[in-house]
């Protein structure tokens, strides 16, 4: 199976809450916002943008979760919003891939409407700038 990518989140983190219980696991809340470009859109993460973390008492992250919505253009030039629920896991692998993730997506746009149905993938990396998102589908 190959796989298409179709944008790409360039994540700036503004803020960062947490939380740690006397077990030793501990809640990341990380307000952000961010830059979207690629193949099918173009544009930038509204605000309100949080990703959530839950890290063991060992300190290794378990999971992700991060809510947002995108506005900008589709790739026919259309203005559309983009909302990303975005689930994912810690990965260890050499690629600096920190997280794989399995996103629900729901747009506005007509041209992306595919994104309501298609299986869509996503992985978060660290990169020179931070963090980005690659969101991927299957062809």
């Known amino acids: 199976m190959n796989f298409e990518e179709l944008f790409t989140l360039h994540v700036e983190i503004k803020e960062t809450i947490s939380l740690e219980n006397p077990?030793?696991?501990s809640v990341v809340m990380i307000?952000?916002?961010g830059?979207?470009?690629g193949k099918y859109f173009t544009g930038k993460v509204l605000p309100g943008g949080v990703d959530t973390?839950?890290?063991?008492k060992h300190k290794d992250r378990h999971t992700l979760s991060a809510r947002y919505i995108l506005e900008?253009?589709?790739f026919k030039g259309d203005d559309c919003k983009i909302y990303i629920e975005n689930n994912g896991y810690a990965i260890k692998n050499p690629?600096?891939?920190?997280f794989r993730t399995y996103p629900i997506i729901i747009t506005d746009s007509n041209g992306l409407s595919f994104l309501n149905e298609e299986l869509v993938t996503g992985e978060v990396i660290s990169t020179d700038k931070g963090i980005s998102v690659k969101f991927?589908?299957?062809i």
């Open 95 to 98: 690629k600096n891939v920190l």
């Open 72 to 74: 900008g253009k589709d």
């Open 53 to 56: 973390q839950i890290i063991g």
């Open 31 to 33: 307000t952000f916002t």
């Open 136 to 138: 991927y589908r299957a």
């Open 35 to 37: 830059s979207a470009t």
């Open 23 to 25: 077990q030793g696991d």
